[in-house]
Nanobody, 126 residues
Framework: QVQLVESGGGLVQAGDSLRLTCTAP????????MGWFRQAPGKEREFVSA????????YYADSVKGRFTVSRDNAKNTVYLQMNYLKPEDTALYSC???????????????????WGRGTQVTVSS
């Protein structure tokens, strides 16, 4: 079973930055597409970003384009989500996800991912 662990969330003000980190303890995830999703209270989980195995392809939701940047360091089994110019509407529980399949179409559906972390809370005050 794949375990994913997120960290880096917190309470910040609008306009601030945060960097989220996701690791897979004891696992090598260089062959996994990694994604970030978020879920605000009372709302469905939504896609935020994803990154290919080598990091040469990245995907973003329209709502975060230009503000968030996903990256990965396969040597450290770590994926990052740098979040800049945070807005109150970015407030959510952010979860890391892994797609263990051999092909990723760029889908933003949760069904495209096979393993999930428990999440880290990001709260942005106005």
């Amino acid at each position: 079973q794949v375990q994913l662990v997120e960290s880096g969330g917190g309470l910040v003000q609008a306009g601030d930055s945060l960097r989220l980190t996701c690791t897979a303890p004891g696992r090598t995830f260089s062959n996994w597409v990694m994604g970030w999703f978020r879920q605000a209270p009372g709302k469905e989980r939504e896609f935020v970003s994803a990154i290919s195995w080598t990091g040469d392809r990245t995907y973003y939701a329209d709502s975060v384009k230009g503000r968030f940047t996903v990256s990965r360091d396969n040597a450290k089994n770590t994926v990052y989500l740098q979040m800049n110019y945070l807005k109150p509407e970015d407030t959510a529980l952010y979860s890391c996800a892994a797609s263990l399949r051999t092909y990723y179409s760029g889908s933003q559906d949760t069904d495209a991912f096979d393993a999930w972390g428990r999440g880290t809370q990001v709260t942005v005050s106005s």
